[in-house]
């Protein structure tokens, strides 16, 4: 009941800032435009529709850490965070009252940037189903991303760190706009090391059936987001104890 009722409060804050909730929504949408009508007007195929979605849909996921990040860092710099340590609050209530609003924000944010891919010709069948619970692991990831930022620095290093760096890393290193092996060398071992390239991979393989390529990349992501949260949380527990004394 507690981690409901401050899951609750957690998701009212999110809906609150519509500016940042419509452009983290709203821009992977023009991207995927963007991208669609250069595709309609060039002799080769650099972005079909198939291949672009599932690009898209993971780029989106690096907002999400944004709102992630941003909302722990105001609650952890402000008075709020200070009165809710006093309270029964276990720093598992804390957590889970974090990350339960933002999955279904994120599944939501997924699913949007499909239907958007449905509207540009994106053939309607059941592989769409199957690559948003691909992507679902991902998103686990960039919540993961964010707690662990929220939890080590204040709302403007969030913002800095969330909302440009991990933007662009994920877009340049993911391989949504280009074929990573065009670059090949450092930069696609690089790629191959962190777990965007493997996210976008696993929901291009699940919206093509590709069974034998899904698994391999999903179970690197999954990796990562496990690691990655678990490392969240024993961060946020050593701040929570700290501030409590």
């Not at 239907?115 to 769409?128: E, S």
């Not at 930022?149 to 969330?162: E, I, P, T």
């Not at 490392?231 to 700290?242: D, E, H």
Request: proline share 4%.
């Amino acid at each position: 009941m507690k981690t409901m009722v401050f899951a609750s409060r957690n998701a009212k804050e999110i809906l609150r800032d519509f500016l940042n909730l419509a452009f983290g929504i709203g821009f992977p949408l023009i991207v995927l435009l963007l991208l669609s009508a250069i595709q309609a007007n060039v002799p080769v195929e650099l972005f079909t529709i198939g291949r672009l979605a599932p690009g898209i849909a993971v780029f989106g996921l690096s907002f999400v850490s944004l709102f992630s990040g941003m909302l722990i860092a105001k609650d952890r710099t402000s008075s709020f965070m200070l009165r809710l340590f006093t309270s029964p609050m276990q720093p598992r209530d804390f957590i889970f009252g974090y990350v339960l609003p933002l999955l279904p924000m994120a599944v939501a944010q997924t699913a949007v940037c499909f239907a958007a891919a449905i509207a540009l010709g994106l053939p309607v069948d059941v592989h769409i189903l199957y690559s948003i619970a691909a992507i679902f692991p991902a998103a686990v990831l960039f919540i993961a991303i964010g707690l662990l930022c929220g939890s080590l620095f204040n709302d403007k290093q969030v913002g800095g760190v969330c909302g440009a760096l991990l933007t662009n890393v994920s877009a340049w290193l993911s391989g949504t706009w280009f074929d990573l092996n065009l670059v090949g060398g450092g930069f696609k071992k690089v790629a191959d090391a962190l777990p965007f390239v493997h996210a976008v991979d696993a929901g291009r393989a699940a919206l093509a059936g590709d069974w034998s390529s899904l698994w391999p990349n999903l179970w690197w992501v999954m990796g990562y987001a496990a690691v990655i949260l678990a490392i969240a949380v024993a961060v946020f527990r050593r701040k929570m104890n700290g501030d409590v004394k």
